[in-house]
């Protein structure tokens, strides 16, 4: 099977912005909207789209890259504002720089990370940054499956990394290290959606406030929360 064959497999039953993970995305682009600059926004990865409709309401021009054509189709369908390329990331060949490029949940389903955030840092421009978020291997919720035997460690694969189609789970250091070792500076690095129990329980028994607060816990605690995300620029720019 060929990495898009694989894609529009996943993407058939992927399910990933539903649930409480909506509001995580919410909370994501909330964060995001800090760092934005300049006019132009490429989206890699966009999925169901959920990130695209907060980001086509900023006004920015948006530019999104999805490896499944089903994907494609929906956000062309609903947002005609956006330019979308049926594209792998890295078969992607932009035509212009960015001033934000965006990966979320992305780098943990590549095959190699680093060799793909080397080819973006030649997609910015000159004042341009990456924002990239990830599921953190060292959220409580993973430490406290470990203790349960539920996991052998906090960076294995447990079964919805696998339907999602998860190659790794990032750890604090190995995220970061990811984007030193592809020539790029990280600016800021944080958390959010402090996690102690899985997605199925916390939909079942937590109110929208319950989410909310957790969310704003993950910031005070990064290391341990369930999200981690960089901002990061290319540390050739001065």
Known sequence: MTELEQLEKI???????????????????????????????????????LMTEMLVKTGFSITVVEGSSKYCESINQRFPQVDVFH??????????????????????????????????????????????AVPNARSIHRQAAVMMDMLA???????????????????????????????????IFGGYWLKPISNGQIESDWTPQMIKAFMQLGERYPDIAGEIYVLASDSAAG
């Open 11 to 49: 993407s058939r039953n992927f399910g990933y912005s539903e649930g409480v993970m909506a509001a995580s995305i919410d909370y994501c682009f909330s964060i995001l909207l800090r760092h934005l600059k300049g006019k132009n926004i490429l989206e890699l990865g966009p999925a169901e789209g």
């Open 87 to 132: 594209s792998l990331f890295e078969d992607y060949q932009p035509t212009a720089k960015f001033d934000n490029i965006i990966l979320g949940h992305v780098l943990e389903h590549v095959s190699d990370p680093t060799a793909l955030l080397s080819k973006i840092r030649g997609w910015l421009t000159a004042n341009g940054r990456i924002f990239a």
């Open 153 to 187: 460690s906090e960076d294995t694969l447990n079964d919805m990394d696998l339907h999602h189609g998860h190659r790794r789970v990032f750890n604090p250091e190995s995220f970061r290290s990811i984007f030193s070792q592809a020539g790029l500076r990280v600016d």
